[in-house]
């Protein structure tokens, strides 16, 4: 049987659906028009008032938001820039985004708006079907980083108990898992692959855990098939992905109708998919850009979003009844993380697969530049102890080059060579001539 967490609104036809973003935009544009100097600022340049906006088509004319725009407004105007809506002590959260492509932007939230971002968890657990009854641990030691604070807002919106997994090894984690009888586990898929590595080399029995659904978000690998697979196997859970970003919201989860990639929360978020190139749109079924607007954060609003991340619209009404719609394959990477190697395009998620899918793989690295005029593609990998060592990489090589042409060179490393991570992995690097 379908979890909601709001039944009558996921399960809207798309026209009223659509009826229901304009009247929360426009709410949300009335509240800050004037008051939010960052975007007051911005709507001045393309000569937008408030009754301009009569459609949701209207909100093509308003100029897109980047990052770097954000951080510079930061950077100009001291602590917290110019996107608050409100005098500063109506704000009663501080996060800041995890600063790996660039400056950290500092993000705040009132009541309301924190509360809108457990509402969105909401979602992501009754996507995942995890009621009042489950028991769920957060393997994440939580800093300003937002990562899996507002899920924690999220566990008190559907009544479920909350067991903090913060400031421990990640054997202690999996010892206070099993004695707490967690059914539902939060951390980012490389951390839930390290869990299983760790329990393994301690010899810890898993059929003795009471778990039921991993939940996973912070980075792409939770809808990469062989990784998603791999951690449905080692926990005989299922496999959980969700989308977000410290700037934007929670605005993506997973539904019990696997795989059909990842539902918007459309009630909260309007979508758009752009071509990065020249900012049009594309159809649904084609690569693009996410573009966001938040519809319940109006203390620090984001309006024509640029994440940077790469998906795929299907506006197909899915087999768990929502009408919400979906990103095929959840987010395929980042546009511009995409690695053009001797004339083909190569999404890291691509790569993550054809790795994953040998089963003897414990953790890797990947190494794209150039040596001379050519361009080569090396990757590491360590090993479960007593794997063939010489017949691995062979098979790894030969996976890459039969899915996208290209001969990598494939080694192995000694245990323990390579980082291991809790939060986003950083496994692709580059070098130059």
């Known amino acids: 049987m379908t979890l909601y967490f709001d039944e009558a609104t996921e ?3 798309r026209e009223q659906l659509a009826t229901l973003q304009l009247k929360k935009l426009q709410a949300m544009l009335a509240d800050i028009y004037g008051r939010n100097r960052f975007y007051t600022r911005k709507f001045a340049q393309v000569d937008f008032f408030l009754g301009d906006l009569k459609s949701l088509a209207d909100l093509q004319h308003l100029p897109l938001t980047t990052k770097a725009e954000l951080s510079e407004d930061q950077v100009a105007d001291d602590f917290a820039g110019t996107n608050l809506t409100y005098p500063l002590s109506a704000y009663t959260r501080y996060h800041q985004t995890s600063g790996t492509t660039g400056q950290p932007l500092r993000v705040f939230d009132t009541v309301e708006s924190w509360d809108w971002w457990g ?3 909401g979602h992501v657990f009754a996507g995942a079907g995890v009621t009042a009854h489950d028991r769920i641990f957060f393997a994440f ?3 300003p980083f937002i ?3 507002a899920a924690v807002e999220g566990a008190r919106h559907i009544g479920a108990m909350l067991i903090p997994g913060g400031g421990r090894s990640s054997y202690e984690r999996l ?3 099993r004695d707490t009888g967690s059914t539902a586990l939060c951390c980012t898929p490389t951390y839930a692959l390290h869990l299983l590595e760790v329990a393994r080399e301690h010899k810890i029995d898993l059929s003795d855990f009471s778990l039921q659904a991993t939940i996973h978000a912070g980075e792409p690998g939770a809808n990469v098939p062989a990784t998603k697979a791999r951690i449905e196997e080692g926990w005989s859970a299922k496999c959980y992905d969700h989308a977000g970003a410290s700037e934007v919201g929670g605005h993506s989860f997973e539904c019990q109708a696997q795989p059909n990639g990842i539902h918007v929360i459309e009630t ?9 190139a020249t900012g049009q749109p594309v159809a649904p079924g084609q690569k693009g850009e996410l573009v966001m607007t938040n519809l319940g954060r109006w203390g620090f609003p984001i309006i024509r979003y640029r994440t940077g991340d ?3 619209f299907n506006e197909a009404r899915c087999d768990c009844g929502r009408t919400f719609l979906r990103l095929e394959g959840g ?3 980042r546009v511009d993380d995409m690695i053009t190697i001797r004339g083909v395009n190569v999404f890291p998620s691509a790569l993550e697969n054809l790795i994953r899918i040998h089963s003897v793989v414990d953790e890797f690295r990947v190494k794209v530049g150039k040596r001379g005029e050519l361009d080569e593609l090396a990757v590491e990998v360590e090993l479960v102890d007593g794997a063939d060592a010489e017949g691995i990489p062979r098979e790894i090589a030969h996976s890459i080059s039969s899915a996208l042409g290209l001969r990598p060179l494939v080694t192995t490393v000694p245990r323990g060579t390579l980082p291991r991570f809790e939060l986003k992995a950083k496994r692709f690097h580059y070098f130059g001539t």
């Open 268 to 276: 909260e978020f309007i979508v758009e998919c752009l071509d990065p």
């Open 147 to 149: 990562g899996f604070w």
């Open 141 to 143: 030691s939580f800093g």
């Open 331 to 333: 987010v395929l990477g």
């Open 310 to 312: 790469a998906v795929v």
């Open 175 to 177: 010892v206070m898992m």
């Open 119 to 121: 509402r969105c968890w």
């Open 11 to 13: 399960t809207l036809p």
